[in-house]
């Protein structure tokens, strides 16, 4: 079993849809968890990041964490083209102090 | 100028050849990190620093070295490229709280071994 895990995708949603994006991870003491959007040939850029159990929301975007079921999403609201790109989850194990990262998600939103 | 500063943005080599890419970073941060990205992989560390006398090898380590020169400069080589290293290349940076801030990534090096 991976360490993180997210579907490749792709994920295709209409303009102005509500995307969800999904990652599962397997270290039941992770503490921290982000998102990272990635466009094609370019660098990771955080966008989100959550501590705690439920909801949080910035702007568009709301990370939601599960660690009891050890799961974490991001929904994306009103989606528009410009947010296509390939969305990284990445979690903080409890051991070793640094990031694991899933494949990612592509995600392509149509107008 | 960028945070976090990778040279170069590209290259080709050939087979064989010792190559160094270069990373340095004002953002003031002790903690850096090699990782390399192929299609369908992620991202996957190759090797990371806490600290200039502290160098650890990630997950996929084997034909790669690194460098810590300074608090802001950290080098990855590979002695003797092969095909199988072409992929994208990132350093990353972060505080010592970087596992709850998350990391800052440079633009990348596209490596290409013929």
């Known amino acids: 079993q991976k360490e993180v895990e997210q579907n490749s995708g792709p994920l295709s949603v209409p303009e102005g849809a509500i995307a969800s994006l999904n990652c599962t991870y397997s270290?039941?003491?992770?503490?921290?968890f982000f998102w990272y959007r990635q466009y094609s040939g370019k660098s990771p850029e955080l966008i989100m990041f959550?501590?705690?159990?439920g909801d949080k929301e910035d702007g568009r975007f709301t990370a939601q964490l599960n660690k009891a079921s050890q799961y974490v999403s991001l929904l994306i609201r009103d989606s528009q083209p410009s947010d296509s790109a390939t969305y990284l989850c990445?979690?903080?194990?409890?051991?070793?102090?640094?990031?694991?990262f899933g494949a990612g998600t592509i995600l392509r939103v149509k107008s | 100028d960028a945070d976090v500063t990778q040279t170069p943005r590209n290259r080709i080599t050939k087979t064989g050849k010792r190559i160094m890419l270069e990373c340095s970073q004002t953002k003031g941060h002790d903690r850096m990190y090699w990782y390399r990205q192929d299609p369908g992989l992620g991202l996957r560390l190759i090797y990371y620093s806490f600290d200039v006398k502290d160098i650890n090898k990630g997950e996929i380590s084997d034909g790669y070295s690194v460098s810590r020169q300074a608090q802001a400069k950290f080098s990855l080589s590979l002695e003797s490229a092969i095909p199988n290293q072409t992929a994208l290349y990132f350093c990353?940076?972060?505080?010592?709280?970087?596992?709850?801030?998350?990391?800052?990534f440079g633009s990348g090096t596209r490596l290409t071994v013929v």
């Open positions: 959550i501590y705690s159990n």
């Open positions: 990445a979690v903080n194990l409890e051991y070793g102090n640094k990031l694991v």
């Open positions: 270290d039941r003491g992770s503490q921290s």
């Open positions: 990353a940076t972060s505080d010592s709280s970087g596992t709850y801030y998350g990391y800052t």
